[in-house]
């Protein structure tokens, strides 16, 4: 096996070792929180008799680790559990949703990469200038301010007050996919990315000017190599690395931020339903969405993670392999 | 705009509420839309699309169990009882043409309307009012409904037309438990997957959490009613997404403009608020049968240490009336006595019971809109009066877990409901929530005398009479009636003020049209 396989391997191991000490970890908290689970899920019908053959039917009165390891078997053969809520079981009432969330983030990165990555180099390129500095300085501003802020101003702006020609919340028909209105998806969409990009910009612009004040790529522009050569094929893939790890880290940051953008525009995506099932003590619904973002979380660091393996030059052409 | 209120502005109110609308308004006059399209008459037609405030994945269309507004909303949709309250909050016919008692009262007799259907086309008849009644009181899945149907001893059909109520004991005021909008009449057959009642609507669609929607009930038996053709109901949980889709004509009405932003909303052309005068109310609650409430001059002390008009101004931003300790505001015999703050006659009756530095806990919980509010104000003001109030904020599904009903000082929320049916479901023993514990046996044989008096004019007395013990010793400190505002574009007509407290003219939506 060559070493750069065995490195993705390792990190792939500890991924997995991550996740599974977080399912732990989900699991005990909802047992410290307040509350029957079977008294919730009876509410007003919750008799003495019934609460306790609801316990025995959800095996609440397995000693816990007997619990944690058959929700964890649940769980990998894709049996999320059961919401105490709709009465029925959590991928049913998690399956749209999980992928009206999905595509608000995919469209957010889809947006939101190539914008700051252009406005990134961009500054670095014409470091000093007013152009790098209307960047920064932008960027700066934006970064300052909390999702929920951005959205109110886009809201006011674009759908209430000043111009009405965006709609503020999302409202799908029953059985109608929320890309089928794609004017309701922009105000969401435009609000992540504008949270997204100012870091993104910020971490291309740093990396980039580090390495053009770098001495290979001195020696390059020595050798009378064109500017834009330069920075294409000796700066730029330079930069992958890291700016690949903060690309990830805020997409990452996205599978979270979601939630409150999804209350701001009443979008039906798993963060609502998080507030919901929280709000309403539906444990396993808390459970399987925390799971949800957490897996996400570390499959986009890993993912990450490979890329900057992949396009280090260093570790690439390295014959021993070990450590980045 | 936003009034001075002494609350502490938390996250939400501050973006949503102040950089959100403040910046909304400042705006407004630069890209405000031409004048706005007025409802005009009546017209036949549309779809109304309304956003009502709550709701979740525990949605349901069972007519005897709505629990939340989208809940109310469908069930007055879908579903209609015999009686029927009207905007006034009089008592008026629905499915049933009349209900009238037998002398004594121990037993009512109710006329079905001629000619009415159910959506499915099939009339109503006795056996579909009598399941209706053995599915609300089932012993083994009691609905919401039942608590106040403990004197009904059975329903039995007592002619082609016309089913008979037998009580337990005599019930002068039967007729308005029929009223309540969670005893819908529904088929003998009912079942959830095929909602048919006799409402104006029919069921078309629905997605828990999300949206719900209807269509026009042809064979509806108000004349004229309903006008639109289509109805959605869409659940919003936060109140600035609600107000946006408003804004930006994504939706037609919403209910519940949060009372602090309604002059910002109504500074719309486009858009009409809607204020409805109602009888519900927002009391604090004194458990009376532990220390310090088992004092009755802590009690009476605490009462007089309430502002009511400056709770009123600062809670509910002026849009509400001032209330002195006693609910029923639109019962006939609503005594209305008056009650100011005296601050120095509370020190007297605390002093003389023994508790000069009084420091108590107050449980508070956002169950309403106001109630955090509400407690925070009333602090304020006990400290001027020596008493130290701390507040214990919880969130709404601790607040009714197990432990409501059990918290010693704490809040709660009531709709209109006249005298009467209001001590059953909060002042008695048997009541199924009663609060304070109030167990007042002078109180208690008034209100059974009260319950079963055939004469009015003694009915009349001795609710009045009851009234008087509530006011003088009882465990509620009720401070005011909020007003409920509600908003609609220019263009939706027929939205009348309602005095029950269910928001859109009582989320009848029948009464709406839409112009062209």
């Not at chain 1, 910020?202 to 330069?230: C, F, I, N, Q, W």
């Not at chain 1, 993912?303 to 450590?323: C, E, M, Q």
Request: proline residues 7%; aromatic residues 8%; negative net charge.
């Amino acid at each position: 096996m060559s070493p750069l396989a065995r490195m993705i391997l390792r990190r792939l191991a500890v991924s997995v070792l991550i996740l599974v000490v977080v399912s732990v970890l989900i699991f005990a908290a909802t047992l410290l929180l307040p509350g029957d689970p079977a008294r919730a899920i009876l509410g007003q019908q919750a008799t003495p008799e019934r609460v306790a053959a609801l316990s025995e039917q959800l095996g609440l009165d397995r000693p816990a680790p007997e619990r944690y390891l058959s929700w964890l078997g649940g769980v990998l053969t894709g049996d999320l559990g059961y919401s105490a809520a709709t009465q029925g079981p959590v991928t049913e009432l998690l399956g749209g949703r999980i992928g009206a969330s999905a595509l608000l983030l995919v469209l957010t990165a889809l947006v939101s990469t190539p914008v700051a990555l252009a406005l990134g180099a961009r500054a670095a390129v014409r470091r000093g200038t007013r152009t790098d500095s209307a960047v920064s300085g932008t960027s700066l501003v934006l970064a300052a301010l909390p999702e929920f802020v951005i959205g109110v101003l886009l809201v006011v702006l674009f759908a209430t007050s000043v111009l009405r020609i965006l709609p503020s919340v999302t409202i799908a028909r029953p059985g109608e996919p929320v890309w089928a209105r794609p004017e309701q998806l922009v105000l969401p969409v435009l609000t992540l990315a504008l949270v997204v990009i100012p870091y993104v910009v910020r971490m291309m612009r740093a990396t980039l000017s580090e390495t053009l004040d770098a001495g290979y790529v001195e020696m390059a522009r020595l050798k009378g190599l064109p500017e834009r050569t330069v920075l294409l094929r000796h700066a730029v893939p330079h930069t992958i690395g890291p700016v690949a790890q903060v690309i990830a880290l805020q997409l990452a940051w996205l599978a979270g931020g979601v939630v409150v953008v999804e209350f701001l525009f009443r979008y039906p995506g798993i963060g609502q339903a998080l507030i919901d099932a929280v709000a309403n003590r539906d444990v396993q619904v808390v459970q399987a969405i925390t799971l949800i973002i957490a897996a996400f979380y570390v499959l986009v660091n890993l993912a990450a993670d490979v890329a900057g393996i992949l396009a280090d030059p260093r570790i690439r052409h390295s014959s021993t392999g070990g450590g980045s | 705009m936003i009034s001075p209120t002494g609350a502490p502005l938390s996250r939400r109110r501050l973006l949503g509420g102040a950089a959100g609308l403040a910046a909304a308004t400042a705006l407004a006059g630069c890209g405000g839309p031409a004048a706005a399209r007025e409802a005009g008459p009546p017209r036949r037609g549309g779809v109304l699309r309304v956003g009502v405030t709550g709701g979740g994945s525990s949605d349901t269309l069972d007519p005897h169990s709505p629990a939340t507004n989208p809940d109310i909303a469908r069930t007055l949709s879908l579903y209609e009882p015999l009686l029927h309250w009207d905007d006034a909050y009089t008592l008026q016919p629905a499915v049933a043409e009349s209900v009238t008692p037998e002398p004594g009262a121990r037993a009512w007799t109710a006329r079905i309307r001629a000619g009415i259907t159910f959506h499915d086309g099939r009339p109503v008849t006795p056996d579909d009012v009598v399941a209706t009644f053995r599915r609300i009181t089932d012993p083994d899945d009691p609905k919401s409904g039942a608590s106040q149907f403990g004197i009904l001893d059975d329903v039995v059909v007592a002619s082609d037309s016309s089913v008979r109520f037998v009580l337990s004991e005599p019930s002068p005021v039967f007729d308005q438990y029929l009223a309540e909008y969670s005893c819908g009449i529904v088929p003998a057959d009912f079942s959830l997957e095929d909602p048919v009642g006799t409402g104006a609507f029919r069921y078309a669609s629905f997605t828990p959490g999300q949206q719900s929607a209807f269509v026009r009930h042809d064979g509806y038996w108000r004349p004229g009613q309903p006008w639109v053709d289509r109805l959605e109901l869409i659940n919003f949980s936060e109140d600035d997404a609600r107000i946006n889709a408003l804004l930006s004509g994504q939706v037609d009405a919403i209910d519940q403009v949060p009372l602090s932003l309604t002059e910002v909303v109504g500074s719309y052309d486009s858009v009409r608020l809607l204020t409805s005068e109602t009888g519900s109310w927002l009391p604090f609650t004194l458990r009376v049968d532990v220390a310090p409430f088992d004092d009755v001059r802590v009690r009476q002390a605490l009462r007089l240490v309430a502002g009511r008009g400056e709770l009123v101004e600062q809670v509910l931003s002026g849009q509400g009336a001032g209330a002195v300790d006693l609910y029923a505001r639109f019962d006939p015999e609503y005594l209305d006595p008056a009650r100011e703050q005296d601050l120095q006659r509370a020190r007297d009756l605390l002093a003389r019971a023994g508790k000069p530095n009084l420091s108590l806990e107050l449980v508070t919980s956002p169950i309403q809109a106001g109630t955090v509010e509400a407690a925070q104000v009333f602090a304020t003001q006990a400290r001027a009066a020596g008493i130290e109030i701390g507040l214990r904020r919880v969130d709404t599904s601790t607040f009714f877990s197990d432990q409501y009903l059990q918290w010693e000082f704490a809040q709660s929320f009531w709709n209109t409901r006249n005298y009467l049916p209001q001590a059953s479901q909060s002042s008695m023993p048997d009541s199924p929530f009663n609060e304070t514990h109030w167990d007042d046996a002078q109180y208690q044989s008034v209100v059974r005398r009260a319950r079963s008096e055939l004469d009015p004019r003694v009915r009349a007395q001795l609710v009045r009479a009851a009234q008087r013990i509530e006011f003088e010793r009882g465990g509620y400190l009720i401070w005011g009636f909020p007003d409920r505002v509600d908003a609609h574009q220019a263009y939706v007509g027929g939205l009348v003020p309602n005095r029950t407290g269910l928001s859109l003219s009582g989320y009848e939506f029948r009464k709406a049209w839409v112009s062209a």
